[in-house]
């Protein structure tokens, strides 16, 4: 496997987090981090545990009500030709961030979300300071 190497955005960012692990599944669980110094919060997530792809990434500011990574696969999944894909993020303070399953749900289907936590495996945690 070829080497992962750690995307730095542009200036005012800090790098706070990486996982250790990326290509491993993601359960729900709260990334404890000292975030006391920071406004915003930037996480970068791979698309799936076997796709190094980056979603786009998702800045959310501290204390507020949290965030959405989410991504829509277009392709022919489980006979339905697209699914979305989301994890929740419900908390971000100054002690860190707390990441909910990810799920992922045919979009013009009629069933309910499966779980998904090998899907928005979170990479990098980004702060910065306003």
């Keep these: 496997m070829a080497e992962q190497k750690i995307i730095r955005p542009s200036s005012g ?6 996982n250790p ?5 993601f359960d729900a669980q709260t990334v404890s981090i000292d975030l006391s ?3 915003l919060i930037m ?5 799936s545990a076997d796709r190094m792809y980056l979603v786009p990434p998702t800045i959310i500011p501290k204390n507020s009500d949290g965030g959405i990574l989410s991504f829509t696969v277009f392709a022919n999944t489980n006979g339905w030709p697209h699914n979305l894909a989301q994890r929740m ?3 971000v303070d100054d002690n860190g961030i707390t990441f909910d399953d ?14 998904g936590n090998d899907m928005l495996i979170p990479c990098y ?3 910065q300071s306003l």
């Design 89 to 91: 993020v419900s908390i």
């Design 43 to 47: 996480i970068l997530a791979r698309v």
């Design 125 to 127: 945690i980004y702060g």
């Design 37 to 39: 110094r920071y406004d």
């Design 21 to 25: 692990n990326p290509s491993a599944d």
């Design 102 to 115: 990810a799920t992922q749900k045919p979009t013009n289907a009629t069933t309910s979300a499966i779980a």
């Design 13 to 18: 960012w800090e790098l706070l987090w990486t």
